[in-house]
């Protein structure tokens, strides 16, 4: 193994750890140290470390023999169960993983595909630890919110050469895009409006004490531009309003997220005398009106 390292501790789960907790710490330590989000000297190694223990946590008898084993168990000439001791090569399938192995002469050789795709689920493009990946050249290119929802063409120079590279609505950040012969990585920049969550939006909208009493139609902010919508009488501080087909468009199919509205009502700090005394009139008619 690459890695004498414990497996837990790298994936930062405990022993006892199921499949959908380790399935979640490893897209988690994933995405931390993906060479192409973070640039520190230890990310490739660190990533190898991840997927080499995911691999083996994720076999519940290459799991079972590491618990009783510990790395012995795939070492060569360890005797543990399943047969990973003495000189042997191959190629299989065990769940997500295409996993290749050769093992004598005093070293011992692994390689396994991505177990869930994730450098294109994540970042549009092909693992970096292949082959093909590491001859292609990576750039980052930062882009504003608004034309990672809408899309926009930028033209960059690259090597002296001005090119024009097309991003499509929908992008997120640390998506990855292929255009010719190189991979370019989106830096989207945050929204003081919205907060994105996939293809759904968030936006937070101060209502009036008033309006949240009696009803009424404000205007509320959406990527396309403001949108009326009907406030119900009564309405309660931090509803959430849905609207449907609002958010971003959707990346790799039709249609679009959907944007949430959250009610914060806002209460005056300042009232004249007049506004007391009716508030404090209506407070009267709500105790009596509690009696019954």
């Keep these: 193994m690459s890695t004498t390292r414990d497996y837990y501790d790298v994936l930062g789960v405990n022993k006892t750890a199921s499949e959908a907790e380790l399935k979640q710490a490893y897209r988690k330590q994933a995405l931390q140290w993906h060479p192409d989000r ?73 390689d396994f595909s991505d177990p869930f ?9 092909a693992s970096p630890f292949s082959r093909q990946s590491r001859q292609v050249p990576h750039y980052s290119l930062s882009i504003s919110f608004d034309e990672a929802v809408h899309g926009v063409e930028k033209t960059v120079e690259i090597d002296g050469q001005r090119k024009t590279i097309k991003i499509p609505a929908g992008v997120n950040d640390g998506s990855r895009i292929k255009f010719q012969d190189f991979y370019v990585t989106l830096d989207v920049k945050s929204n003081s409006t919205f907060a994105r969550e996939g293809d759904d939006l968030i936006v937070n909208v101060s209502l009036p004490l008033t309006m949240a009493i009696l009803g009424g139609v404000m205007e509320v902010p959406t990527i396309d531009g403001d949108l009326k919508l009907k406030i119900r009488p009564g309405t309660q501080p931090g509803t959430m309003v849905r609207l449907r087909g609002e958010g971003i468009k959707h990346l790799h199919s039709s249609g679009r997220g959907d944007q949430y509205v959250r009610l914060q009502i806002k209460v005056p700090e300042k009232l004249t005398r007049k506004q007391k005394e009716l508030l404090e009139e209506f407070e009267k008619d709500t105790d009596k009106s509690s009696w019954f």
């Design 38 to 110: 973070n640039k520190s000297s230890e990310a490739e190694k660190k990533f190898k470390e991840i997927n080499e223990a995911y691999e083996i946590l994720s076999d519940k008898d290459k799991r079972a023999a590491y618990d009783q084993y510990g790395h012995a168990a795939f070492d060569q000439g360890a005797g543990g169960p399943g047969g990973f001791g003495g000189q042997q090569s191959g190629t299989y399938r065990q769940g997500p993983f295409t996993y290749s192995y050769s093992t004598g002469a005093g070293a011992e050789n692994f």
């Design 117 to 125: 795709e994730i450098f294109e689920q994540f970042f549009g493009g």
